[in-house]
């Protein structure tokens, strides 16, 4: 189902101004387009720039070039910030456990994933469970 929805987000991007940056952007990108599927079709994935420069078929520094100039963030960031998006998603309406949820996102322990989404969302995941700040 997602490969349905990025393919036609794809499509509604390619009549999009040029200049325009983000995920609407990268998905009219036919290289960062397999990239991006990449990620979102394995999340837990250890995706380096180099693995989804090859996987791309482009160097590692045209690739994270190409990448932030088009999705106006840079690879890992954008990595973390879908992997964020769904852990906020899990919390919300899974009964896992937040240790649970760290190892589907592709973190090797609760206490990396905490760190990690207290520093990108504003707080714990346990806080957020309980009705902390939304997006």
């Known amino acids: ?3 349905i929805l990025l393919e036609a987000l ?5 009549d999009m101004d040029e200049r325009e940056t983000g995920l609407l952007a990268g998905l009219a990108d036919p290289k960062l387009a397999v990239a991006i599927a990449a990620i979102h079709q ?7 720039v180099e693995t989804l420069a090859r996987l791309c078929g482009l160097s590692r520094s045209g ?9 106006g963030m840079g ?3 954008y990595i973390q910030q879908w992997r964020m998006a769904l852990a906020r998603d899990a919390l919300r309406s899974s009964a896992s456990t937040v240790g649970e949820i760290a190892l589907e996102l592709g973190f090797q322990s609760s206490s990396a994933f905490s760190t990690a989404f207290s520093r990108i ?6 806080q957020f469970r ?6």
Do not use: N, Q
């Open 130 to 135: 309980e009705g902390g700040p939304e997006d």
């Open 75 to 77: 690879v890992i960031e």
């Open 10 to 14: 794809r499509r509604v991007a390619i």
């Open 63 to 71: 690739f994270a070039s190409r990448f932030s100039t088009i999705m």
């Open 42 to 48: 394995k999340p837990a994935h250890p995706w380096s």
């Open 1 to 3: 189902m997602e490969l």
């Open 121 to 126: 969302v504003g707080c714990s995941p346990k």
